[in-house]
């Protein structure tokens, strides 16, 4: 079956450590994006990329990083730099350019400050 | 840049009632998307309905439908005969047709409590 994988489900950080999300999909789609979702608050994008080796800062990419070095991999990196990285993060794709069609979403990886 | 506001922040029905989540949102832009997803405990984002700005008609899916106002920039959801699965957060979001990146503009959700 076509869709996104996250993982790890559950990631526990220690201050001063980096540590990467990663985000896999298998549905042939050009974009992938980053979320990330705060208790009471809606999805706010850290990065999202349109085509392999081409990526863009979102609304709060600060203390974040990431990369497309493949169309099917968009893994998200929260560096020490990013003081408050307690939160959930959903990965999402959809088809470039296709602008009625929604975006897919993973289950998303929970990460928390030891 | 476009916000999209929903002022609902908790909303209760009754099981088999109908119930109405509402989704205002500000834009300069004459044509673009908007989408109503469902967050369900799992944290799950499921697509529950979609609209074109170019369409007058309202989308209906089943039991569910929206109020597309475009003047008034309003974009509600209505939920008949809601039932226990209907419970969760709702987020509705906006997608521009001209801006680079197929972006989604979230509002801040409205989480939905179906009592039996």
């Known amino acids: 079956d076509g869709g996104i994988t996250q993982s790890p489900k559950y990631l526990f950080r220690k201050e001063g450590q980096n540590v990467t999300l990663s985000c896999e999909q298998n549905?042939?789609?050009?974009?992938m994006y980053w979320y990330r979702q705060d208790p009471g608050q809606g999805l706010r994008l850290i990065y999202y990329s349109q085509i392999v080796n081409d990526f863009q800062k979102g609304d709060i990419a600060e203390g974040y990083s990431v990369s497309r070095e493949k169309k099917e991999s968009f893994p998200l990196t929260v560096t020490s730099a990013q003081k408050n990285p307690t939160a959930f993060y959903l990965c999402a794709s959809d088809d470039r350019g296709i602008g009625n069609q929604p975006q897919h979403f993973g289950d998303g990886t929970r990460l928390s400050i030891l | 840049a476009q916000t999209v506001t929903q002022s609902q922040p908790e909303m209760s029905v009754q099981e088999a009632e109908t119930v109405t989540l509402s989704c205002t949102y500000d834009t300069s832009e004459s044509d673009y998307y908007l989408f109503w997803y469902k967050q369900p405990p799992s944290r799950q984002m499921i697509l529950v309905i979609r609209?074109?700005?170019?369409?007058?008609q309202n989308a209906t899916e089943n039991r569910f439908s929206v109020n597309f106002q475009k003047a008034a920039k309003s974009f509600s959801l209505k939920i008949s005969d809601s039932q226990l699965g209907d419970a969760a957060m709702y987020f509705c979001a906006y997608r521009s047709v001209m801006e680079y990146g197929n972006k989604l503009v979230f509002g801040a959700g409205t989480i939905l409590r179906v009592k039996s």
């Open positions: 609209q074109e700005a170019y369409k007058q």
């Open positions: 549905l042939n789609h050009d974009a």
